[in-house]
């Protein structure tokens, strides 16, 4: 009971965290979260161990051999999240883990694109709506509102990729750390497309002449998040995060039939994007 206490006691903390994104309180910083982390799992090895001892714990004469692997393995998942303390990774268990933007500490480098000559006139329209409070991590140039990326891409006679994503979305922090970090793809985002960024769980509420009237359930939707699901559902009739579709900014038409949703090997995702582009450019 005491070991599933301690475990518990970790996820409450990502739910906690899960709050403070969508709130963007600012409160549970990534280091701060993989410090309690730290903490809670060192605490639990030093308690399978019997060196700490609760009230109602009897005496150990013996640690058995099940208890003693039960402590290693807590132990080594504490060292292995220190680095993350510095900017590390940890694409592993990045699903579970605040994003990379809300690290206050890093010593990693951020990755730069490879082959890349562009600058941000060349790669951005005008300085992106929401851009206070959302970002796009390793340096990526984009937008977080549909109309402003559909018009950048079409101005600058680049296909639009359209990404629904989610705060509290695990595989998309998963899917961010596997792929977006590889610097290929940090190329392709900067150079050959236009990505708008779109959160379905975002929870700022919008000026009512922004107001959308839905399509889908005549509701009145009035954030950032209600507005982009809608789309989702409403444009591709899926309503899962994540999803990423390649559009013609002229036509607004799909590109590319088969949808991205959660890949993690890079090389495939970027066979999906080079599609796209043939498409794009064959038209």
Not at 89 to 118: C, E, W, Y
Not at 180 to 195: A, G, H, K, L, Q
Not at 257 to 265: A, G, L, Q, R, V
Not at 275 to 280: A, E, F
């Amino acid at each position: 009971k005491v070991v599933f206490a301690f475990i518990i006691l970790a996820f409450a903390f990502k739910f906690l965290s899960n709050i403070d994104q969508n709130y963007h309180l600012g409160i549970i910083s990534r280091d701060l979260y993989l410090s309690i982390w730290i903490a809670i799992f060192g605490l639990l090895g030093f308690y399978l161990l019997g060196k700490i001892k609760l009230p109602n714990d009897s005496d150990m004469k013996n640690i058995s051999v099940f208890r003693l692997l039960l402590a290693i393995a807590s132990f080594s998942f504490a060292i292995y999240l220190v680095p993350g303390l510095f900017g590390a990774n940890l694409s592993s268990i990045s699903g579970l883990l605040p994003p990379a933007s809300a690290q206050k500490f890093d010593m990693t480098s951020v990755p730069s694109a490879t082959g890349s000559s562009a600058d941000a006139s060349e790669t951005m329209c005008e300085d992106p709506k929401y851009a206070d409070f959302l970002n796009l991590p390793y340096n990526i140039k984009g937008y977080f509102q549909y109309e402003q990326g559909m018009e950048c891409a079409e101005n600058l006679n680049k296909p639009a990729l359209i990404y629904f994503t989610g705060h509290s979305c695990s595989n998309c922090k998963k899917m961010q750390a596997s792929v977006w970090e590889d610097s290929r793809v940090i190329d392709y985002f900067n150079n050959e497309f236009i990505i708008a960024k779109l959160y379905t769980d975002e929870r700022k509420e919008l000026p009512e002449e922004e107001w959308v009237e839905s399509e889908v359930d005549g509701k009145t939707k009035k954030s950032i998040g209600k507005i982009n699901l809608d789309r989702q559902i409403r444009d591709f009739n899926v309503n899962s995060q994540p999803l990423y579709v390649i559009i013609d900014p002229e036509t607004e038409e799909v590109l590319i039939s088969d949808k991205m949703k959660f890949e993690t090997n890079p090389d495939k995702f970027i066979e999906w994007l080079d599609r796209g582009i043939d498409k794009h450019n064959s038209k």
